[in-house]
């Protein structure tokens, strides 16, 4: 089981006809950071949080980041994080002093997924990858309130709604996974 500290380690990509679903390398980097950069809120998007090259280069080791790729290129992303990764961030310390999380969770986000491949399941593929590589183990996550597409998917997947809280004045939505 992969986890803080412990090497995540290769498994055989998933293919669908559509997309490749697989553990993100190196490489993937520049391709998440140019999805993430229309997707964050000071630029329109929904994403709380800005993540660097950096910041996603250390992760990768010790968490899982899926991936789904269309003919090689990144159109979705899913990151994984310990809890005391980002329990500095101040949507964090929202939700968890909310919704204090259970033994050996996770943070479940941020997901995001290319304007173009929106509405075709891949988060949720990349979710069940996640899982695979995770297995047993408890997730938490928010979407913004007023994310009315994010909010469908996270209950298509079966994630449990825990409730409202408040970041910065405006209204989120906790949701967990037990594993």
């Known amino acids: 089981m992969a986890g ?10 998933i293919g669908t006809r559509d997309y ?8 993937d980097i520049p391709g998440i950071v140019t999805l993430q950069d229309p997707n964050v809120m000071d630029r329109g998007g929904t994403l709380s949080v800005r993540l ?3 910041w996603i280069e250390r992760s990768m080791r010790e968490m899982p980041i899926i991936v789904g790729r269309r003919d090689g290129k990144v159109v979705g992303y899913l990151l994984s994080t310990s809890i005391a990764a980002m329990s500095h961030v101040p949507i964090i310390q929202a939700t968890l002093r909310t919704f204090p999380p259970p033994a ?7 997901v995001c997924v290319d304007t173009t491949e929106r509405g075709k399941g891949l988060a949720g593929m990349m979710f069940e990858e996640l899982r695979v590589r ?8 928010f979407v913004r309130a ?6 469908r ?8 709604e ?12 906790a949701y967990a996974y037990s594993g």
């Open 4 to 13: 803080v500290g412990r090497p995540i380690m290769p498994r055989e990509a």
């Open 20 to 27: 490749e679903i697989s553990l993100a390398v190196p490489e």
């Open 52 to 54: 660097t090259a950096d």
């Open 104 to 110: 050996d969770c996770y943070l479940y986000g941020p």
């Open 134 to 141: 995770l297995p047993g183990r408890p997730a938490m996550t």
């Open 146 to 151: 007023d994310n009315a597409a994010s909010l």
């Open 153 to 160: 998917a996270h209950r298509k997947m079966g994630m449990q």
């Open 162 to 173: 825990l409730g409202t809280f408040l970041s910065d004045g405006v209204p989120h939505i």
